[in-house]
């Protein structure tokens, strides 16, 4: 088994899908539209935050479906702003008005709206109307106080605009962007998922693109990682490790997943991410959250999994970078192929990858 070290005993951060409903049908949703589970009432999901509370988590992410579909939208907000964690919404911001604002203020929440691209044309894997709603929808919670992000998916079609879509952030006044990479999981297919994630060379632009726009733009908080995280691989190697010295491989799942978040589903299903929306662990009506993050053998044998080092992975064995890569997403690979260990398929430095190995 893993030892305990490997995981703790509380999960940081909580996400919360209050509502599976949603008034947009994006490209890449992790939720395919397919299950047709109920939403939870409202005592459900009170019940579940105050689970949170006495578990002293420390944030929560509540989001849908669409946030601001859930029926019980105003008891949920008045609820919020009386719990002991932080609390961070995210929303595509089609739905929100000057009212939807300000009980958002008075929550303490934060919000992340979601766009991806400096024009229309840029957000079309979210709908025809998104962008605009998305931009009038920041105005609005900036106007009124609430603290808000923009949420991106970075895919080949708005990457070459990410230096656009933050000069948008810093004219909107938003506290910050967040780019995401584009994950193979609900309705991002294995196949739209390769036809669809950023190029190398797209990755490389960005890396040299973004020193640049965080001393532009220093008034936005940046959060990036993601998606340059293998591109990077070459950078950390070589300011962490020094010359000469052996390191053992690194492990493989070293985010958060399972081991200090969890997500739970408007099913009330608990599973490890919402890109493992198949992994159910327990369900929370007939089990607590605690007793599931401590118990559930499922997770379990995913924090077990999490001990495998990297130079298990196909093509990761004799790679230089293995004592700082993790190998990458290994859920995206799973719904991918099916295979934990199979290699990522957009690494730049493995020779079974889609990308050229001799990056430089």
């Given at each position: 088994m893993v030892p305990e070290r490997e995981w703790i005993d509380i999960p940081e951060m909580v996400g919360f899908n209050v509502t599976g409903r949603c008034n947009l049908k994006c490209a890449y949703c992790f939720q395919d539209g397919a299950s047709g589970s109920p939403d939870p009432s409202y005592n459900e999901v009170a019940d579940v935050l105050d689970q949170l509370n006495r578990m002293r988590v420390k944030e929560v992410l509540i989001e849908g479906g669409e946030l601001l579909c859930a029926p019980f939208i105003e008891r949920l907000l008045a609820k919020l702003k009386d719990c002991c964690f932080r609390s961070h919404l995210i929303s595509n911001g089609t739905l929100v008005n000057q009212s939807i604002a300000r009980m958002i203020k008075k929550s303490n929440a934060s919000i992340g709206i979601s766009v991806d691209g400096p024009t229309e044309e840029s957000n079309r894997f979210r709908g025809a109307y998104a962008f605009h709603k998305a931009i009038d929808a920041i105005n609005t919670l900036v106007r009124e106080g609430v603290p808000t992000y923009v949420n991106c998916t970075v895919t080949?079609?708005?990457?070459?605009?990410?230096?656009?879509?933050?000069?948008?952030?810093?004219?909107?006044?938003?506290?910050?962007?967040?780019?995401?990479?584009?994950?193979?999981?609900?309705?991002?297919?294995?196949?739209?998922?390769?036809?669809?994630?950023?190029?190398?060379?797209?990755?490389?632009?960005?890396?040299?693109?973004?020193?640049?726009?965080?001393?532009?733009?220093?008034?936005?908080?940046?959060?990036?990682?993601?998606?340059?995280?293998?591109?990077?691989?070459?950078?950390?190697?070589?300011?962490?490790?020094?010359?000469?010295?052996?390191?053992?491989?690194?492990?493989?799942?070293?985010?958060?997943?399972?081991?200090?978040?969890?997500?739970?589903?408007?099913?009330?299903?608990?599973?490890?991410?919402?890109?493992?929306?198949?992994?159910?662990?327990?369900?929370?009506?007939?089990?607590?959250?605690?007793?599931?993050?401590?118990?559930?053998?499922?997770?379990?044998?995913?924090?077990?999994?999490?001990?495998?080092?990297?130079?298990?992975?196909?093509?990761?064995?004799?790679?230089?970078?293995?004592?700082?890569?993790?190998?990458?997403?290994?859920?995206?690979?799973?719904?991918?192929?099916g295979d934990w260990l199979a290699p990522h398929i957009f690494c730049p430095y493995n020779r079974y990858a889609h990308y050229s190995s001799d990056y430089s």
């Open positions: 080949n079609s708005n990457a070459d605009l990410i230096g656009e879509l933050v000069q948008l952030c810093s004219r909107l006044h938003v506290s910050g962007i967040v780019m995401q990479q584009l994950h193979c999981s609900g309705k991002a297919s294995a196949s739209f998922y390769e036809k669809n994630f950023i190029t190398l060379s797209q990755l490389g632009r960005l890396k040299n693109l973004m020193p640049e726009l965080k001393d532009r733009h220093r008034e936005l908080h940046f959060v990036e990682s993601e998606i340059l995280d293998l591109i990077n691989a070459r950078d950390r190697y070589h300011s962490i490790c020094e010359a000469g010295r052996e390191y053992m491989p690194k492990k493989i799942f070293r985010c958060a997943t399972g081991r200090r978040f969890c997500l739970i589903l408007s099913n009330l299903d608990v599973v490890p991410c919402g890109i493992m929306e198949d992994f159910v662990c327990g369900n929370l009506s007939d089990r607590s959250l605690d007793d599931i993050w401590k118990h559930s053998e499922k997770l379990s044998d995913l924090r077990e999994l999490s001990g495998t080092r990297v130079d298990r992975i196909v093509g990761c064995e004799n790679c230089t970078y293995n004592p700082i890569c993790d190998g990458g997403c290994r859920a995206d690979m799973y719904n991918h192929s």
